[in-house]
T-cell receptor, first 118, second 112 residues
Framework: NAGVMQNPRHLVRRRGQEARLRCSPM?????VYWYRQLPEEGLKFMVY????????ESGMPKERFSAEFPKEGPSILRIQQVVRGDSAAYFC????????????????FGNGTRLTVT | TQLLEQSPQFLSIQEGENLTVYCNSS?????LQWYRQEPGEGPVLLVT?????EVKKLKRLTFQFGDARKDSSLHITAAQPGDTGLYLC????????????FGKGTKLTVNP
């Protein structure tokens, strides 16, 4: 199965620790997106990256959160000094090269990382 | 703030019944997608609609995009327990924009 792979599936961190979430996009996909889903809430856009570039980080909190998508290896979403409010499911999605067309390239989602901050 | 309102939030029906769920916004979408999400998994794309008034069918599922491209509906005929899940709509407000805005979803339960 060459789908979007996220790990770990579950991550428990104490307040103040760092959380690192990894995402390997589908084969051939060069665009990665991170979304956060809180209980009873919809998915909220966080950041959109291409290889070695952050294209849109308008949904990312200004402090403690960072994302990267290096030339080699998975995309990483990093949360420093986690707080209880960071507890959520974090989903990564990937798509093919986006074209300037009338519709968006379909997103293929991973199964998420469920972060619990104690 | 661009919002997508989905209704109903929860829906519990018996196998064999028909149902419709709705996705509404005060803004115009350039395109809209419907996803289905099961517990512990990521959303899976069902359909993308682009043209106002467009209707797409996927077996027992019928998707409609409003003429003004501000709303959409999903109709399921003869629901089955396997249809149980969270149905999410997601809209792009700008053509070619990679940032999707998601509704909170309709949680559907189909009882045998």
């Amino acid at each position: 199965n060459a789908g979007v792979m996220q790990n770990p599936r579950h991550l428990v961190r104490r307040r103040g620790q760092e959380a690192r979430l990894r995402c390997s996009p589908m084969k051939g996909h060069s665009h990665v997106y991170w979304y956060r889903q809180l209980p009873e809430e919809g998915l909220k856009f966080m950041v959109y990256l291409q290889k070695e570039n952050i294209i849109d980080e308008s949904g990312m909190p200004k402090e403690r959160f960072s994302a990267e998508f290096p030339k080699e290896g998975p995309s990483i979403l990093r949360i420093q000094q986690v707080v209880r409010g960071d507890s959520a499911a974090y989903f990564c999605a990937s798509s093919l090269i986006a074209k300037r067309s009338s519709y968006n390239s379909p997103l293929h989602f991973g199964n998420g990382t469920r972060l619990t901050v104690t | 703030t661009q919002l997508l309102e989905q209704s109903p939030q929860f829906l519990s029906i018996q196998e064999g019944e028909n149902l419709t769920v709705y996705c509404n916004s005060s803004s115009v979408f350039s395109s809209l997608q419907w996803y289905r999400q099961e517990p512990g998994e990521g959303p899976v794309l069902l359909v993308t609609v682009v043209t106002g008034g467009e209707v797409k069918k996927l077996k027992r599922l019928t998707f409609q995009f409003g003429d003004a491209r501000k709303d959409s509906s999903l109709h399921i005929t003869a629901a089955q327990p396997g249809d149980t899940g969270l149905y999410l709509c997601a809209g792009a407000y700008r053509s070619g924009s990679e940032k999707l805005v998601f509704g909170k979803g309709t949680k559907l339960t189909v009882n045998p």
